[in-house]
């Protein structure tokens, strides 16, 4: 099983982008998925977090400007972030809850991707 993110860049404040997370493998069912960031000097963060029924959750400096869905048919999870500012900037991991073959649920991170907010 793979997590494959992609969709990182250099923005302006005030700017989107979009990430993408795509899991790859044997799979059998996905539970919850969502998005993690790590700013250098600091410790991993919860962004946001979907789950299968779906329902959201979102760190409180997100809300309002980012957005998380999904794709089941692509199993894909989503990213959408609006109003950039230079305190986004951080590396952002995926992460699932998988069902792969002859396992149970299992937690997979995907490799990072960097996401730069910069005049």
């Known amino acids: 099983v793979q997590l494959q993110a992609s969709g990182g860049g250099l923005v302006q404040p005030g700017g989107s982008l979009r990430l993408s997370c795509a899991a790859s493998?044997?799979?059998?069912?996905?539970?919850?998925m969502g998005w993690y960031r790590q700013a250098p000097g600091k410790q991993r963060e919860l962004v946001a977090r979907?789950?299968?029924?779906?329902?959201?959750n979102y760190a409180d400096s997100v809300k309002g400007r980012f957005t998380i869905s999904r794709d089941n048919t692509k199993k894909t999870v989503y990213l959408q972030m609006n109003s950039l500012k230079p305190e986004d900037t951080a590396v952002y991991y995926c992460?699932?809850?998988?069902?792969?073959?002859?396992?149970?649920?299992?937690?997979?991170w995907g490799q990072g991707t960097l996401v730069t907010v910069s005049s």
């Open positions: 493998g044997s799979i059998i069912g996905i539970n919850d």
């Open positions: 992460n699932a809850n998988i069902w792969a073959t002859s396992s149970s649920y299992q937690n997979y």
């Open positions: 979907i789950t299968s029924v779906p329902s959201t």
